[in-house]
């Protein structure tokens, strides 16, 4: 083995910190009668929901199952585009093409790292003279640093587009005062809590939205459409219902 592939050897991937409190948090759970959907999930939107200041959250499998139906609720299809940051995981980019659509991307600002706003400016107005626009630009925050959100959301706004924020590296995370996930300058923020995020649940996602009818798509989205809310039913069979589409 070379001294190369003895250093790389030797740098972990990931190390976490896991204490007493949190193994005894998850056996609760395994000795509970939930292990997926329930009151924990439930408490879990809502805490973080209120500390981003956001009205809505929606916990799914992992951060790439976040974009995902975050796209489909954005009303992503085939012959649409979605932009995003050349710096970051496929997932940014993936979400795309799970919903059929054409990813495409914005070059970064060399001092952030993150998604450059003139270089973003200046793309919007060439599509808007070829028809290629957009439906959905998504905003990286790499590394924890959030991009110029207040810049991206009026550029977005000024054409019509939907944004939804990357913020898979950025829980906890504040711009101008108040914290990522607060979806004010975006209509859909996400989060990951991957074992290497700041934050993790061993895998996890989230989706924060203030938008009621987002919510009730990203709910529906999650559950394969099966609802007990009766204002969404429009059928009555056995117990569950048939959201309307």
């Known amino acids: 083995m070379s001294d190369f592939d003895k250093t790389l050897h030797a740098i972990p991937y990931g190390r976490q910190s896991i204490s007493d409190e949190d193994i005894a948090a998850v056996v609760a759970i395994l000795r509970s009668?939930?292990?997926?959907?329930?009151?924990?999930?439930?408490?879990?939107?809502?805490?973080?929901?209120?500390?981003?200041?956001a009205r809505y959250a929606v916990a799914v499998a992992n951060a790439t199952a976040a974009l995902h139906i975050g796209a489909l609720a954005l009303g992503?299809?085939?012959?649409?585009?979605?932009?995003?940051s050349p710096n970051s995981f496929v997932a940014s980019a993936n979400c795309a093409l799970y919903c059929h659509a054409q990813p495409d991307f914005v070059?970064?600002?060399?001092?952030?790292?993150n998604l450059s706003v003139s270089a973003l400016e200046?793309?919007?107005?060439?599509s808007?003279?070829?028809?290629?626009?957009?439906?959905i630009v998504v905003p990286v925050h790499f590394s924890g640093q959030p991009c110029e959100m207040g810049s991206i959301a009026r550029l977005c706004r000024s054409y019509g587009i939907s944004v939804m924020e990357d913020a898979s590296h950025a829980i906890g995370a504040e711009y101008k005062k108040q914290r990522v996930g607060s979806c004010t300058y975006s209509d859909l923020t996400i989060f990951s809590?991957?074992?290497?995020?700041?934050?993790?649940?061993g895998e996890g996602g989230l989706v924060l939205t203030n938008n009621e009818a987002l919510y009730t798509k990203l709910l529906a989205l999650r559950s394969h459409g099966i609802t007990?809310?009766?204002?969404?039913?429009?059928?009555?069979?056995?117990?569950y219902g048939i959201i309307n589409r």
């Open 107 to 113: 070059d970064i600002d060399p001092r952030s790292y």
């Open 122 to 126: 200046e793309k919007l107005k060439q």
């Open 33 to 53: 009668d939930y292990l997926t959907q329930g009151p924990a999930i439930e408490r879990f939107e809502r805490g973080i929901a209120a500390d981003c200041g």
């Open 228 to 239: 007990r809310d009766p204002r969404q039913i429009r059928v009555h069979p056995m117990g």
């Open 193 to 201: 809590f991957h074992a290497v995020k700041i934050m993790t649940t």
């Open 76 to 84: 992503l299809k085939a012959g649409d585009r979605l932009w995003t």
């Open 128 to 135: 808007a003279h070829t028809g290629t626009l957009p439906k």
